[in-house]
C-alpha cells in the first residue's frame, strides 16, 4: 500500500482519534490523540494489509517556546513503524502535555519499545504507563532532570567524580 | 659526588632505558579514535619498534594507560579505577582531542578533558591524531621515561 492508503486506512479505521495526517517528500504521518494510540498501533502491526513488524524509534520532541506552539502540548512522542512483508513506512505523532506527561507503553506489542521507551523517559522525562522497567538507559541514577528537555540548562554539568564545571 | 651517588644515578639511567623500551600498555577504547590507534599498532606503522607491541588487558600487568576516545561522565568512574589499580611506576597518555580537553563535546555527557580526574603525562590532539602524531607522541613519552619523570 502507498503512503495516502495507509492514512485512509487509518482515519477510516480509528475515526477522531487521526487528528491529522501529513505527507512530505514521500514520508506519511499521522497525528494522534492518546487516546488512539494503542488501538491505531495494533491494527498497524496485525492488519494483514499494513503488517507493520518492525518498530524503528521511538523519540520525542520538545515544543517548549517554537513558534506557533507555545501555548498547545509541550511534547510530541514520535513512533517510526516499518513493514518488512510490504516494504512501506509510516511515521505516528502524539501530541502530551506538560504536566502528567504520560504515554500507554508499546511493549506489549513490540518487544524493543522497552529499550526505546527507556530512552524517551531518560532524555525527556516522558513516563510510559504499564512498562516494566522504566528506569534510566543511557545516563546514571544519579543524574537530575532529562537533558533533552529545552528547559534543561545548556551548560548544567552533573559529573560522578571530578570537579563540577 | 660520591662514588655510591654516581652508581645510583647509572642504575637509575639503566632503569630507565629498559623502562623505555618496555612499554606495557593498558587501551582504554571507547570511540573512533582506537581506529587510528589500532593503525598505529599494525605493521604498517609498527609501533613494535619502540617496544611498545604487547598490549596488556589487565591493568595489573601494564605500565601506561592509553585513553583512547571520549570519556563519558559514566564511564569516568570506571577510568579511575581502571587507573588506580595500575601497578607502579605508571604512564598515562591521553590519545585525541576528546580525551585532552572533551572535544567539541561540550554537553551534559562529556568529561572536559581525562586530566580532571587523573594525571595524564603526554597529550597526543587530533581528531583523530594521524599514526605518526600518536608515534611522536610515544617518542615524547619514552624520553620521559627514560628521565626517570614518573609518578609515585
Redesign the interface.
Known sequence: MDGQAILARLAAQLGPAVRETLAYRGDHTAVLALEGLLPALRLLRDDPDLRFDLLVDITAVDYLKYPGREDGPRFDVVYHLYSTTHNHRLRLRVPVEEDDAQVPTATGLWPIADWLEREVWDMFGIRFEGHPNLKRL???EEFEGH?LRKD?PIN????????R? | MGVGSFFVGKLDEALGWARKYSIFQYPFVTACCGMEYMATACSHYDVDRFGAGLPRFSPRQADVLFVVGTISHKMAPVLKRVYDQMCEPKWVVAFGVCTCTGGFYDNYATVQGIDTIIPVDVYIPGCPPRPESVIDGLMKLQDKIAAGAQRY
Not at chain 1, 548544567?156 to 570537579?163: A, D, F, K, N, V
Open positions: 543511557l545516563l546514571y537533558p534543561y548544567r554539568r552533573q559529573p560522578l567524580i571530578g570537579p564545571v
